[in-house]
């Protein structure tokens, strides 16, 4: 049975322009019904409500809250000698607490679609994709650890949303009893459209928060809190394998191409021939990818832990029509 997936990268307030995209595709193209959400950092919210339907809601989240509502800031150099991590997030972590509520996180066990929330593990470096309802599994590049409780789905959704330095890693409690800590799930290993093809996925929904060609920014570097917001936000709001639904389509096509040759040529029996214990083509079928993103970058600043009304509701209303140029071109 094909199945579609919404995979969302990560970017802090950037999240608004995801919403924005979400809020035309749910009311402009009800027919769309995704089997599979992926989230990582600010994502990690927006991915399980966009599950539940809560459009409002997130529409309301992302214009309504400010940098205070998430973070604090000013306490940067007080923490800095003891601490891991310059600003504290204690006002996300209630946030989160509030938005999911025990009855949501019933819903999601209860939802016959799948959603993963992204953390990456400070201690093996490797991407889990935590799930209310998934089973566990332990694949090549990632791991599936499957939530049972509420309590350790919020640490894995703070986790996601946790950029490195700037804010604490979080421990989730069902983990085993060795040191696990996990941050935000970005970057080049955040992979979620191999999720999606493992999970069966034939149609990806890809909402990414930066544009394909990086703008130059009229800023002058001056200290070394600029500089680093720089280089996380560059390291964690990353999404890799866009190239891999092409890689698979192509493969497949020249695949086909040549079993028609050997039967044009009077081999028998071709499907034989591909039938090795090794084929990373076995059952992959054609995917179609639809990539919804900004053209310019998105004006955000301290690496998008910026959280201002007012942009975000530009960044909201850009998604929306990003949203509809992708769908007219269909």
Do not use: W
């Not at 999606?196 to 394909?212: F, R, S």
């Amino acid at each position: 049975m094909a199945t579609t997936a919404l995979v969302i990268s990560g970017g802090g307030s950037r999240g608004a322009f995801a919403v924005g995209a979400l809020k035309y595709l749910y009311t402009q193209h009800p027919p769309i019904a995704f089997d599979l959400f992926c989230g990582t950092g600010t994502s990690a919210l927006i991915a399980p409500l966009a599950a539940l339907g809560e459009i409002n809601l997130l529409e309301k989240l992302f214009t309504s809250n400010s940098t205070i509502d998430i973070v604090n800031t000013s306490t940067m150099m007080q923490r800095f000698p003891q601490n891991n991590s310059l600003y504290n997030a204690t006002a996300l972590t209630h946030k989160i607490n509030n938005i999911f509520t025990d009855a949501r996180f019933r819903a999601l066990q209860q939802l016959q679609e799948e959603v993963f929330v992204a953390g990456k593990c400070l201690q093996t470096n490797r991407t889990t994709y935590f799930s209310p309802r998934s089973n566990d599994a332990v694949k090549k590049d990632y791991d599936i650890v499957s939530l049972h409780d509420n309590y350790t789905f919020r640490e894995a959704v703070l986790a996601s949303c946790s950029m490195p330095v700037f804010m604490p890693p979080v421990e989730v409690a069902s983990l085993p009893d060795h040191v696990q800590q996990f941050t935000n799930g970005g970057g080049a290993h955040y992979n979620p459209i191999q999720l999606a093809i493992d999970k069966g996925a034939t149609t990806i929904y890809a909402i990414l928060l930066t544009p394909e060609i990086p703008g130059e920014e009229d800023l002058h570097f001056k200290n070394l809190l600029d500089i680093l917001e720089r280089q996380v936000d560059h390291t964690t709001n990353e999404m890799a394998g866009l190239q891999l639904s092409g890689f698979i389509n192509d493969s497949l096509t020249y695949i086909e191409a040549v079993k028609n040759k050997m039967k044009a040529a009077g081999i028998t029996a071709v499907d034989d021939y591909f039938d090795v214990p090794v084929n990373p083509f076995h059952e992959k079928k054609a995917i179609t990818l639809h990539i919804i993103r900004p053209q310019q970058a998105l004006d955000v600043h301290m690496g998008g832990l910026e959280f201002v009304p007012a942009a975000m509701k530009e960044m909201l209303e850009a998604g929306e029509r990003s949203a509809a140029e992708i769908m007219r071109g269909k």
